[in-house]
């Protein structure tokens, strides 16, 4: 079975500090990771994910997520936060089966304040 | 570039009535799933659909809630007798392949509320 832990359900920095959400997942099979973005008012997107290649991926808006296995965790960095990374962000597990049936974190509401 | 839509936006119904959501898929996408989130809680996967059939569902898809692609780009989350708990964002989602490393991608939702 899959479960996803995201500590801390609203998280605020200012502009232009570093952005870090926590993400920590259990899988009974070797995890694929992923982030999701949802802006206001829109759908969620993908911003990036782990499949077993590099444990530190790159994705867009200048996100970076690195996998720690040891450490179950999959935390998001950002290195210099903008007003408009203000959104809610949600960290997946795939399944363990061939499906994409995704298990979501609760979301992690990312506030920047100017 | 190429995105999921849903319709209604948002829908406002009375308990025990029927809904109906619908969704377009990415046009050349073949696997298509529904989530939801009830206000607060997580995202919950519902149902995937794949060459006609339910490939997967969780415990939350119960006889009350039917899937349907009924034409070629529509795929539609229908709920038989709406109850209270019902009440949650419905996101569709459409990937081109299986496998558990694809990307999901997913529409902007439709919000039930049930009265």
């Known amino acids: 079975a899959q479960s996803v832990t995201q500590l801390g359900s609203h998280v605020s920095v200012s502009e232009g500090a570093l952005v870090l959400l926590r993400c920590n997942y259990s899988s009974s099979v070797p995890p694929y990771l992923f982030w999701y973005v949802q802006y206001p008012n829109q759908g969620l997107q993908l911003l990036l994910k782990?499949?077993?290649?590099?444990?530190l991926v790159k994705g867009i808006n200048g996100f970076e997520a690195e996998f720690k296995k040891s450490e179950t965790s999959f935390h998001l960095t950002k290195p210099s936060a903008h007003m408009s990374d203000a959104a809610e962000y949600f960290c997946a597990v795939s399944g363990d089966n061939a499906g994409n049936m995704l298990t979501f974190g609760g979301g992690t509401r990312l506030m920047v304040k100017p | 570039e190429p995105e999921v839509t849903q319709t209604p936006s948002h829908q406002v119904t009375q308990m025990g009535q029927e809904v109906i959501l619908r969704c377009v898929p990415i046009s050349n996408h073949l696997y298509f799933y529904w989530y939801r989130q009830i206000l607060g809680q997580k995202v919950e996967f519902l149902v995937s659909f794949y060459n006609n059939e339910i490939s997967e569902k969780s415990e939350i898809f119960d006889d009350q809630f039917s899937v349907e692609r009924p034409d070629g780009s529509n795929f539609t989350l229908k709920i038989r007798s709406t109850k209270l708990e019902d009440s949650a964002m419905y996101f569709c989602?459409?990937?081109?392949?299986?496998?558990?490393?694809?990307?999901?991608?997913f529409g902007e939702g439709s919000r039930l509320t049930v009265l």
């Open positions: 989602a459409s990937t081109l392949g299986q496998g558990r490393t694809g990307e999901l991608f």
């Open positions: 782990y499949t077993s290649a590099a444990t």
